[in-house]
């Protein structure tokens, strides 16, 4: 089974930037699809984004567009979540996701096509 370890959450002032990193280990990220999915207290569990095996597709919550970018460095195996100009809305735990596919073009939005996860990162935007 795949581990998954985010890194890179944290408190930040309105318009400012965060990374986010999500290392694998127990397998290549080579063979999954991966995501980003985010849960505050309230809310339902949101998909951010997703990439699919190669990297050539992508896909963004409505929410988010324009302002994060997900990208992988297979040889890393490492994915990452670059938000910028973040609001106080998109405070939440961050979770980065995969799952083990063949399906090039697969990019999922839903908590439920993915079977790895990590542990979460908390993201807070204030000032």
């Known amino acids: 089974q795949l581990q998954l370890v985010e890194s890179g959450g944290g408190l930040v002032q309105p318009g400012g930037s965060l990374r986010l990193s999500c290392s694998a280990s127990?397998?290549?990220?080579?063979?999954?699809?991966i995501g980003w999915f985010r849960h505050a207290p309230g809310k339902e569990r949101e998909g951010v984004s997703c990439?699919?095996?190669?990297?050539?597709?992508?896909k963004y919550a409505d929410s988010v567009k324009g302002r994060f970018t997900i990208s992988r460095d297979n040889a890393k195996n490492t994915m990452y979540l670059q938000m910028n100009d973040l609001k106080p809305e998109d405070t939440a735990v961050y979770y980065c996701?995969?799952?083990?596919?063949?399906?090039?073009?697969?990019?999922?939005?839903?908590?439920?096509?993915?079977?790895?996860w990590g542990q979460g990162a908390q993201v807070t935007v204030s000032s």
């Open positions: 127990g397998g290549s990220l080579n063979y999954y699809a």
């Open positions: 990439i699919s095996l190669s990297g050539r597709i992508t």
């Open positions: 996701a995969a799952i083990l596919t063949t399906v090039q073009p697969m990019c999922a939005m839903r908590y439920y096509e993915y079977n790895d």
